[in-house]
């Protein structure tokens, strides 16, 4: 649906707040699949011709390491104050996202909170057009907010925690971020991002419709009645309703395979090989999970409608 034309490599990120570029990348160009063409034709107008959605949705990181941005950081993730050591995950809002909503959930929330065309934030913000620059955060909290590290606080969601990926020293946060997807995948280029997104779409489009329906969730299964009655507008309790069903599931996954062997066992830990393959199902999942939801997100912010088949409940 866009160009892929990529930013240069001059203007990648410093260090990593998020799912690297591979993930950040599949997620935005799976999202084109699911987009309504008024939507598409949306995001066209918005960015320049010189930028595609896979180099939007990477600008996140880059932005945050600036001296303009760096007050945008916060908004990368949630830090879960939960008790991953005792097999005890779950993510809550008043406890775990900071002050005035400066969190991945506040951050999507606050993106859509009044129109498309006019973002929360650009009050701080000169250089980008309001539409522009919610655009970009969109694209790349909704891809963070499936990342399980950026739901945790344990180790500083993962940073202060060192382990092993092929011998050489790395830690947790960054190992998920982009050492296991890019092992995965087998590289990390714009190429290697858009034949990971065909893959996924061509999965999602025979996934049973029960899955579909796990995938929507609540959020989804009703959101289009309230936008209705919300004159077009997205309510700030349903979008905060979908960041934190997100943003919970993301986080299970702490519990269920990040720490699944204990926190002690982790330390020093060599992560590739047997539990980066073991995480290629769960990886798919949620890099599948977020394109899905993306596409649909902006659909509604565009249109109000998802444009999604949502599938249906299994039965019994």
Not at 183 to 209: C, K, M, Q, V, Y
Not at 266 to 284: C, F, Q, S
Not at 293 to 300: D, E, F, K, P
Request: proline share 6%.
């Amino acid at each position: 649906l866009l160009p892929l034309i990529l930013l240069a490599a001059s203007l990648s990120p410093p260090g990593t707040l998020a799912w690297g570029q591979l993930p950040h990348r599949t997620i935005a160009l799976l999202s084109t699949r699911f987009l309504l063409p008024e939507t598409a034709s949306f995001i066209r107008t918005i960015l320049p011709k010189d930028e595609s959605i896979a180099a939007a949705a990477i600008w996140g990181d880059y932005f945050s390491h600036t001296p303009e941005g760096r007050w945008s950081g916060p908004l990368h993730y949630i830090d879960a104050h939960d008790d991953p050591g005792n097999g005890v995950c779950g993510v809550q809002l008043a406890r775990d996202c900071g002050q005035e909503g400066m969190c991945v959930v506040g951050g999507i929330v606050n993106v859509v909170r009044t129109h498309p065309y006019l973002s929360y934030f650009t009050f701080v913000i000169h250089s980008y057009t309001p539409a522009h620059f919610s655009l970009r955060l969109l694209l790349h909290l909704i891809a963070d907010i499936h990342q399980p590290l950026h739901t945790e606080n344990l180790f500083h969601g993962g940073n202060s925690l060192h382990v092993l990926f092929s011998g050489r020293d790395s830690n947790l946060h960054s190992t998920w971020d982009s050492l296991i997807p890019q092992s995965l995948r087998h590289g990390r280029t714009p190429r290697h991002a858009l034949i990971w997104a065909d893959e996924l779409f061509n999965s999602i489009t025979s996934l049973p419709p029960a899955t579909l329906h796990r995938w929507a969730g609540p959020c989804f299964r009703d959101i289009e009645r309230l936008v209705a009655e919300n004159g077009g507008k997205i309510p700030h309790d349903e979008a905060q309703k979908c960041a934190m069903e997100w943003a919970r599931y993301t986080n299970s996954y702490i519990c269920r395979y990040v720490f699944k062997d204990g926190v002690d066992s982790m330390k020093g830990r060599e992560l590739a090989g047997e539990y980066t393959e073991n995480a290629r199902d769960l990886v798919d999942e949620l890099v599948g999970m977020a394109g899905w939801r993306l596409g649909g997100w902006l659909n509604l912010v565009v249109t109000g409608k998802l444009g999604l088949e949502l599938g249906e409940a299994a039965e019994g």
